[in-house]
C-alpha cells in the first residue's frame, strides 16, 4: 500500500538503518507505488554484467538499489542531522514542508 511520500526529488536524506547506516545521498528518484527512494551513494550493490554493444567491457559495475522509505530520513538544513518532515501553511497560504528538528522550511 502507498504511503504518503514525505521525501521529494533532490532532498538530501540519511540512511538510519542497514549496513549504510549514516551515510548520506541525493534522491535520485521516488518511487510512491512501492514506498521506495532511490539514494545516489547508498545501498550500492555489485552487478556482473555481460557484455553488449553497448557495454563491450561488461564486468563488475557498482550500482545503487532503492531503498525503502521508511529506512531514511530527511536532513535537516540547519545543523545536517535526521529530521521528520511535516506540513504547513506560510504566510501567503501555500503549504510547505519543514523539518520537525529545527522548524526551518525544506526545499
Known amino acids: 500500500m502507498p504511503i504518503k511520500m514525505k521525501i521529494k526529488k533532490n532532498d538530501t536524506v540519511v540512511a538510519i538503518t542497514g549496513r549504510d547506516k549514516g551515510k548520506t545521498g541525493v534522491v535520485q528518484a521516488v518511487y510512491p507505488k512501492e ?3 532511490l539514494v ?3 545501498n550500492r550493490v555489485t552487478r556482473h554484467v555481460k557484455p ?3 557495454d563491450p567491457e561488461g564486468g563488475r ?7 525503502h522509505i521508511s529506512n ?3 536532513v535537516d538544513p540547519k545543523d545536517n542531522k535526521p529530521t521528520r518532515v511535516g506540513f ?3 504566510d501567503k497560504g501555500v503549504k510547505v ?3 520537525k528538528r529545527s522548524g526551518e522550511a525544506v526545499g
Open 35 to 37: 514506498s521506495r527512494v
Open 40 to 42: 545516489l551513494g547508498i
Open 52 to 54: 553488449s554493444q553497448k
Open 61 to 67: 559495475k557498482l550500482v545503487e538499489r532503492t531503498l
Open 72 to 74: 531514511v530520513a530527511l
Open 88 to 90: 504547513r501553511t506560510d
Open 97 to 99: 514542508r519543514f523539518a
